[in-house]
């Protein structure tokens, strides 16, 4: 069984910087999809950013709204992903949930608790 345990969000001014960690324990993949999803309140959940891992190949895929202002990286010795956030705006308050998958699921079968961002105007 795998463990996401998402840290780092907080609070912050617009414009200003956050990075969000996600650590997996019980299980270590060589392959694989971790992911950033986030909800904010009245929404649904949307998709963030992912990396994925397989082959000797990394590949990511950012959503539109983050793309250039968030980074996703992973460090393989720590099992860790990280949500480098630049430029945040107040439309990214949400609460961030990291989430995981064998590279050859679709749908992601690991989830963290969540970790909240609110960003100040």
């Known amino acids: 069984q795998v463990q996401l345990v998402e840290s780092g969000g907080g609070l912050v001014q617009a414009g200003g910087s956050l990075r969000l960690s996600c650590a997996a324990s019980g299980r270590t993949f060589s392959s694989g999809n971790m992911a950033w999803f986030r909800q904010a309140p009245g929404k649904e959940r949307e998709f963030v950013a992912y990396i994925n891992w397989s082959g000797g190949r990394t590949n990511y895929a950012y959503a539109d709204s983050v793309q250039g202002r968030f980074t996703m990286s992973r460090d393989n010795a720590k099992n860790t992903a990280y949500l480098q956030m630049n430029g945040l705006k107040p439309e990214d308050t949400a609460v961030y949930y990291c989430?995981?998958?064998?590279?050859?699921?679709?749908?992601?079968?690991?989830w963290g608790q969540g970790t909240q961002v609110t960003v100040s105007s």
């Open positions: 989430a995981a998958r064998e590279v050859w699921r679709k749908e992601y079968n690991y």
